[in-house]
């Protein structure tokens, strides 16, 4: 039965290639074009998997809901030792760090978990498309709407413009830290004509209206001080000083910091049917993924380095205090972003979860098997091994994998990194394994004290450590955790992650 059903479906991937491959007519490689189903399917066929284990529901009333006990949760309770060579040598000094266990770390991390970066990835350019003097509340700011255009000369089948949006205050002197938040870029508060442009815009707009409907003219003479367009409500100058309630921009333009906003579909789509096109896409000509070829969380952590590599060309800002942010899936892309690219100065990473900082073999909430299932397309094809049930290489659990989180973090030393949680209560669901995170938090600290920074103030034993009460400060070092006593957000954290910022990075508001 089972050769009969793979029969099949070798029938099915090759009809779906012979419809969606047709020549382009120009010697193109011909793009591909998958569903979810089928580029799973193509994944796990290329892997040798014949059937992975389900992941876990959401639903805690469901048959298969997740595991919530933690007497269970931990069936490989020993993490891989951040800091043991392969060899089985100890690392002791920090030239072993970066010239031997790091390397070491990348290449499982890369190969395992999240995939390798191609070696030729196209180049992006950076066009500002609007600039913008407008006010936050009663902060003045420049916002600039930017878009990065990658190179496809090579495969002019795939489009990737990257869109990102810059604002910084105004009333600053010199280059301000900013904040890079993976999200959907807006300007703030678009500036408006003057009354003196609104009239003019206004006529030509009635006089358009009538042509377009002459029954209009009898309408607009009824009503002759009746303007189509008005102008929206200007700021506020009277409203109270941004506070710790404020919006997170607000909070970090009243600071004396900017913010950018990158839109992560306008590198890589959020699904797996997208992973032939985006940079993926484009980088393999339209054509399916390797199993150790990069997934979306790795595309956006690139597409952010790109971004970075615009910031630093801009006068208004700092280049050496520049930062990450993201919040769940893209808290996850926040914290591979800084773990892989080495000028970003800090991170604030937001109930990332797994395939964030909580530990992968930790069997609590989300599972391995959510991630080489429905969001198998974050990872690298690799990955889905660890939910194979059935395979040519036999079985393999998260307990097989050579890597966890807490190297991830590790990656991320001595460089300021500050790792966000909620509360189950407001909506930040135990799913996340906020316990798991901690765990991997504590195990990371042991990296950043080898490299002369401070951790979270704890010993390094993850077993024993206790996840400290809601709201509790663990902000004296350069490694950073607190749970705040919202949901699914950062935000309540922000009035905290901007003081210890500042402290850590060193800057004073000008």
Known sequence: MMKKIVFVWLLSAAGALAQNTASSGNGLPPLVTFTDQQDHDNMMQQ?????????PSGNESAPNHANYDEATANPCPELPEALTLKNGKKVTTADDWWNKRRPELVEDIEREVYGRLPQKIPSVTWTVKITDKEFVGRIPVVAKQLIGHV????????????NMMLVVPANVKGPVPVLMMFGRPSFPAPAQPSPEHMEKINTAFKDMMIKHDPSLKAIFEQYPAYNPITRLPGPNFFAPPPNGESPSTEQLLAAGWGYATIDPASIQADNGAGITRGIIGLVNKGQPRKPDD????????WGAARGLDYLETDAAVDPKRVGIEGVSRYGKAALVALA????????????????????????????????TGGEY????????????????FGTKTGCDLPVDSHELIALCAPRPTFISYGIPEKGDARWLDQQGSYMATVAAGSVFKLLG??????SNDYKSEKMPPVNTDMLDGQLAWRQHDGGHTDW?????FIPWANRVLKYEKQ
């Open 47 to 55: 892997l040798g998997i014949k059937r992975l284990r389900p992941g």
């Open 151 to 162: 190179d496809n000369a090579e495969y002019p089948l795939i489009t990737v413009d990257i």
């Open 294 to 301: 990069w997934g979306a969380l790795r595309a956006w952590a």
């Open 340 to 371: 892989f690219e080495p000028r970003f100065a800090i991170g604030l990473i937001g109930s990332s979860g797994k395939g964030g900082a909580t530990l992968h073999r930790r069997v609590f909430g989300e599972a391995v098997e959510s991630l």
């Open 377 to 392: 397309y974050w990872m690298a094809g690799n990955y889905m091994k660890y939910g194979a049930e059935e395979a040519s």
């Open 453 to 458: 920074a401070k951790d979270i103030g704890v």
């Open 492 to 496: 309540p954290n922000m009035k905290h």
